[in-house]
């Protein structure tokens, strides 16, 4: 392989981009986020409810959102931890990433204010409410089935059914996002689940940013002490309405900015 070197003008210009992105990033302060949304969920505004669908404990649901629309989530007790896999619907080459949603917005506390990011940079979801700020974006949902329970559904073989019945496979599969799931993690690393931040009328609603395909798992989470039945969920797909210029989770910080600057772009 030939090495090419580069001038030290070149270095000198790649250095003058960095200081000048690190300069504008220390000097936008972000801003605070709101408390969380009331508990039980207000009623949505006439006529926006596109469709309400219950989702039974150790089921799937999938769907289609078009830009500006909601998805509704609702807890219906304690017990269902619900996963999001989300793509785009232009390209499913582009997929929900929480590696870089954790990493552009410096926190795995995904509540009402942040952004869910794809692998591309750009807005998948805004969180435009949230009750419980009690998410998992660090383990993901229940594994696969363990030898001699074929008849157990948990959230892996849900998302391979899922992905397939929207024209998906399985490697297309990435890791999940699971509200109403409050793992933390505790001063020597250790993941514990934090059952207090639960109440059994939870509830999210999330904003897509663009065209998106999803699917949702409603299954107990693997740290859940309590391993009991799985209530249903309901699900409320939502009609699109404006959005402010000012829009909290457009203009909360910098890193947000731009993800939506390259979400216009596409």
Known sequence: MQHVSRTPEAIAADRA???EHQRKGLEFAPRALPGSSPRPAPPPEPGRVLVNETVPGGWYWTTRLAAGEGLRILAGGLGGSVSLAAWSAADTAERMNLPDTVKVQWT???RKGRVILSDMGRVLFSIAEDSSGAHDALTGGAPASEPGTPHARNTRDNMVLAAAKLGLDKR???ALLTFFAPVRVDAAGRFFWNGALLSGDDWVE???????MLALSNNRHPLDPDQGIVPA???LHLAAVPVAADDLCRT???EAIRAFQNTARA
């Open 108 to 110: 795995t506390d995904l």
């Open 206 to 212: 999330l904003r897509a940013e663009q065209d998106v």
């Open 172 to 174: 297309d599969l990435h």
């Open 233 to 235: 969920v309901r699900v």
């Open 252 to 254: 909360a910080t910098a």
């Open 17 to 19: 981009r960095y200081e």
